[in-house]
């Protein structure tokens, strides 16, 4: 199944930039891994019966080159 073709009632997408100092990407970091683990206790059933598999992506990553003092 390819999301695309799927209508867009099933799918989400967000898109987000920050501006961050590097402190304050070690802490996005860990509550993006904190989010994660959350959804992970809250719906991670070994039950599947009347359950669709969904997946997550978390993509992180810095798209310009840190500033020169």
Do not use: C, G, W
């Not at 891994?33 to 978390?58: G, I, P, S, T, W």
């Amino acid at each position: 199944m390819v999301a695309i073709h799927l209508p867009s009632t099933e799918r989400r997408f967000r898109s987000l930039f920050f501006a961050m100092k590097p402190e304050e990407v070690q802490d996005f970091v860990s509550r993006l891994d904190k989010f994660a683990q959350e959804q992970l206790a809250n719906y991670n059933f070994d039950e599947l019966e009347d359950r669709r598999l969904f997946q997550v992506h978390f993509n992180f990553f810095p798209i310009t080159q840190p500033a020169l003092d």
